[in-house]
């Protein structure tokens, strides 16, 4: 039985059963922001399992899931993965401890078919709880009596609890038993480290509300939740050694022993390396389909961290090119079915692997060969400043320079490490506190039972209240003058939060009487929307009132900025190509942010042409018209999406062109999108992109401004213009001429003092210089040319390098609380030394930048505390060149 036959099985052997089958949720979690991922088959059942939420009593479902925890452990054993598929049941006040039980055995042993005899079970011993001797008799009631001897008590391992406090419970656990041929001398039996027993099925029994004294006091409503890992059960039924030889892998495994020309076996030298590429690329191929960038904080370091590191398992195997995009269609071709969004992001989910890639591939090759250098500078314990060097430097993460040690038995400081990234950032990004998404846990309880609310664009006559709470989701009908609230109505013409779009503001009227201004709204997972309001009176609302809804003028601005990154997103593809894509927006009233990938460093003029097109098309004053359309025709009509964005099937085109729909083909853009936009493209007035600016590697930030927002923005600058045209006692249009004249002038005289120093420099440089001894003939020789500017630091290198013999050359300045360098040798020592990455080094110890060419290169950063210490460090650094 293949991977999609269990799938399907489960979920009809629990429809049957009076289940409902819910969909998998998203990896990452909806209105919850303090998770990172979803990780376990329960996190969408959260409301239910607290009590929030009372409309669903009995599901199953096939849940995606990616625990962080096991990267590490990943390809070192069967049983770690990091994306992977939980199958569950859940009960919620429903049906309890015996049909659980009872229904999972049934399921293993005829729906499955597997003989009873390979299982073994585990109960919960007691500790926290007194033991639990109900499931333990429901097992001894439903097993047949030869397997009752396998019943095994363990202890902290099987309870489960969600926090500190609150609900928790006891857990029963099913192994599997792969035989006699995996036994070790250590092993424990049944919840045992080894892949002798593999737990394929554990069922939690929520039982207990733990109170912050530690004491346990039955919940009134007790819950079943059970999970049943699919790569587990599938290397089961397809009679595999591990997960990694199912149709959940071996495709991909398949393909990069043909990239690569190397036969994979369980028994191989590069067996690990296989099973980490293929886990890795699975992960990464679901969390780019859900919008996740590789970046260097939150969710996109976690997607960088996989990428790099399966594509250095694949260098190790002898891969000199970026290996992992070539491998996409094969997980394609396993989940098509079962995640069609994926195959639809195909392009770009390729293309952000590639890019992603290649970037690394440029810089590991320098950094491992760093990495050996200073490891056999420290052959017992790496210093976390120096591994942060090398992640600073060569973007090389922290995980692999551990796996890279660990093969040579040298502990990496991790601590600091840490401290090392605070010092230099201001804050750890490593650290998750929350994704910046809304809390929306709010509305759990208030949106049971209620309808999705209907969303009007156009004018709305009145509409019903449907939900009254207050900021603790508690329901309502008073709310005092001054005091926030929340409001969900039938229908509403304000548009929540979504696609990068600010919710609407405005106000709510009853009976003709402004009765609450409306502060921001916001949408649900369930597709109900609340109005966060405050309260103008004394207010007394009942389900089923009539009121009136009215946006204020920042709606139109809105619509304007939201109409402007259409606009731009066309344009930019139209001036970098087809591949860019739209990586985040955010548009408000008062401005537009548009981020987006490109190759390169866009040039002022690449920029200035993205506006020009920009505006050309608002003179054409193309059409903007909006359509539903299913996925698939969107698709075929080769619509923007963008990745990530849980669009609805039927979605909402927009398309800007001449004649609208009937001529679609023929179009300037054309998106799904929900936002509200402008008919017209004239009534933009016109677009200024006022920053373009680096995000992180691969992405770049457009913020501009148009319509209302643009009038205001060179309203400001002529402002700006007027009052420096007053202090030069000129004409507005004579300031361009004047301020280069007095640049003109001030370059001289600068020229003039920098000339008179380099003088004084002369005549002293023997105080100014010290040198230090490298290997018996070349020296590192410093010079201080205390506040001059970089221009002549250039100069003093130049006569250094004519007065002195074999060396290396180091000049620098403090100049205005700033230190600035510049590093270059003889010409005996070039082929021997890299200024560049001396530059580097000095860089980072003044927590600054530096870098250029091998023979000659720059930086700047803080002034040392201690220059001698500084030098002293740089020294060290020198010498091994020689």
Known sequence: MKSYEIRKSFLDFFAKREHAVIKSSPLIPEGDPTLLFTAAGMVPFKPYFLGIKKDLQRAASCQKSFRTSDIDNVGKTLRHLTFFEMLGN??????????????????????????????????????????????????????????????????????????????????????????????????????????????????????????????????????????????????????????????????????????????????????????????????????????????????????????????????????????????????????????????????????????????????????????????????????????????????????????????????????????????????????????????????????????????????????????????????????????????????????????????DTGFIYKNEDKIAEVLDTQKTASEIVFHKVKALKNLEIKIGDKVVEKTDFKRHRTAVHHTATHVINAALRKVFGPSTRQAGSFVDSERFRFDYTVGHTPTKEEIAKVEAISNEAIKENYKVSTAEKSLKEAKEMNAVMLLGEKYKDPARLVLINKDGFDNAKDHYSLELCGGTHLTELSSIGGIKIIKDSSVSKGIRRIEGVAGPGAIEYFSGVWNIAESIALKLSSGIEDIEGRIDKLLENEKKLKAEIENIKRNSFKSQSSDALSTFDLNGEAKFIFFDAQDAEMKTLRLMVDDLKQKKSSGIIFVFSNREGKFSFIVSCSDDLKDSFDASEMAKEAGKLLSGKGGGRKDFAQGGGTVPKDIEEFKKQLVETAKKYF
């Not at 043909?258 to 690990?272: A, C, G, H, R």
């Not at 996740?292 to 195997?317: C, D, H, Q, T, V």
């Open 90 to 503: 859940f009960s919620f006040g429903d049906y309890f401890k015996e049909d659980a039980i009872k229904w999972g055995w049934e399921f293993l042993t005829k729906e499955m078919n597997l003989p009873a005899d390979r299982f073994y079970f585990s109960v919960y011993g007691g500790g926290i709880a007194p033991k639990d001797e109900e499931a333990k008799k429901i097992w001894l009631k439903i097993l047949p009596s030869e397997l009752h001897s396998r019943i095994v008590e363990l202890e902290d391992d099987n309870f489960w609890a969600m926090g500190e406090t609150g609900p928790c419970g006891p857990c029963s656990e099913v192994y599997w038993d792969r035989g006699e041929q995996y036994f070790h001398k250590s092993c424990t039996g049944p919840g045992c480290d080894c892949d002798r027993y593999i737990e394929v099925w554990n069922f939690v029994f929520t039982q207990f509300d733990r109170q912050t004294d530690g004491t346990l006091k039955p919940l009134p409503r007790k819950n079943i939740d059970t999970g049943l890992g699919l790569e587990r059960l599938a290397f089961i039924m397809e009679e595999k050694d591990s997960p990694y030889e199912t149709s959940l892998f071996k495709p991909i495994i398949d393909e990069v022993s043909k990239l690569l020309n190397i036969e994979y076996s369980i028994d191989s030298q590069y067996v690990s390396n296989f099973r980490i590429i293929s886990d890795h690329l699975r992960a990464s191929v679901f969390l780019i389909a859900e919008g996740i960038m590789p970046s260097n904080e939150g969710r996109g370091y976690i997607l960088r961290r996989l990428i790099r590191r399966a594509e250095r398992f694949a260098k190790i195997m002898g891969s000199k090119d970026a290996v992992l995009y070539k491998l996409v269609p094969k997980v394609f071709e396993i989940f098509k079915d079962t995640y069609p969004e994926i195959k639809l992001a195909e392009k770009d989910i390729i293309s952000v692997l590639k890019f992603e890639e290649e970037g690394f591939l440029q810089t590991l090759e320098t950094g491992e060969k760093f990495l050996g250098d200073i490891l056999d500078k420290y052959p017992k314990n790496l210093p976390g400043a120096e591994a942060f060097r090398l992640y600073e430097t060569y973007g090389f993460p922290l995980e692999l320079t551990k796996e890279i040690a660990f093969t040579k038995d040298i502990e990496v400081d991790e601590k600091g490490f840490e401290q090392a990234r605070l010092k230099a950032q201001g804050i750890a990004k490593a650290g998750w506190k929350s994704s910046g998404d809304k809390d929306g846990s709010i509305f759990q309880k208030a949106e049971d039972g209620l309808s999705v609310t209907e969303f009007i664009s156009g004018d709305l006559d009145f509409s019903k209240t449907a939900a009254f709470i207050n900021s603790k989701g508690d329901n309502i009908e008073k709310l005092k003058s001054g005091d926030i609230g929340y409001m969900a109505f039938d229908k509403t013409i304000f548009y929540a939060e979504s696609g990068g779009q600010v919710g």
